[in-house]
């Protein structure tokens, strides 16, 4: 690059600098930095609803968030300025390869090359999980045993959760598909308890079948 297509972008960096100084200190001089019911002219908000105070909550988010990336911007042109003082201007921070003109043009503070700029943004940027999630694995379900290879048949995670849910919830019948009462209100609430396999149930069902019966002839 040379030295006068240089001073163009030295010349382009300082009046965005000066720029972008002028809108922080403008939106900082709406009340930004006082306290919130400084700026509402109030004594204390602690005596208002929430609500009453909504649209100037807001207003004072938005200006904070304005305000915010105004600031990262600012410190990308500074970056930029220095760059040129070292000689380093117009290269790309990731590959190292020249930045086109054409990019600089648009962007003067840009760090990174087009091709650079575009894997970065296209990267998953989520909130990483916690590393215990690696061995927690499913984070809620993980101690459902019911298809465990070993046949597991005590008391897991499940029979915890129907055991909660038996007291009541905030599903009604038509949230739990199957259910139909108040009685069966959590999942595979059809499970018999107590017994390994359905089969378990039937000698007991027949004897007070035949209980019944007994009581019926007397």
């Not at 105070?53 to 207003?59: H, K, Y």
């Not at 220095?82 to 380093?88: A, D, F, G």
């Not at 259910?179 to 069902?205: C, M, R």
Request: aromatic share 6%; with cysteine.
């Amino acid at each position: 690059m040379n030295s006068e297509t240089l001073t163009k972008f030295k010349h382009r960096l300082e009046s965005e600098e000066k720029r972008l100084q002028l809108q922080i200190s403008k939106i900082e001089s709406s009340g930004l930095g006082e306290a919130m019911q400084g700026s509402l002219g109030e004594l204390s908000v602690y005596d208002n609803h929430p609500a009453d105070i909504g649209d100037e909550l807001f207003e004072r988010s938005k200006d904070i968030a304005l305000r915010d990336n105004e600031n990262i911007l600012l410190e990308d042109v500074k970056t930029a300025l220095n760059k040129i003082q070292n000689h380093s201007y117009g290269f790309c921070d990731k590959c190292g390869q020249e930045i086109a003109s054409e990019r600089l043009e648009a962007i003067p503070w840009a760090s990174q090359c087009l091709k650079c700029q575009q894997e970065t943004e296209s990267t998953d940027v989520t909130a990483p999980r916690p590393i215990e999630e690696d061995l927690l694995n499913p984070p809620f379900k993980r101690n459902f045993l019911d298809s465990d290879s070993r046949d597991f048949v005590g008391f897991d995670g499940e029979d915890s959760l129907q055991s909660v849910l038996r007291y009541g919830s905030s599903d009604s019948p038509q949230d739990i598909p199957g259910a139909n009462n108040y009685k069966k209100l959590f999942p595979n609430s059809d499970e018999h308890q107590g017994l390994v396999e359905w089969t378990d149930a039937i000698p007991a069902e027949d004897s007070r079948q035949d209980e019944k019966t007994k009581k019926a002839e007397r």
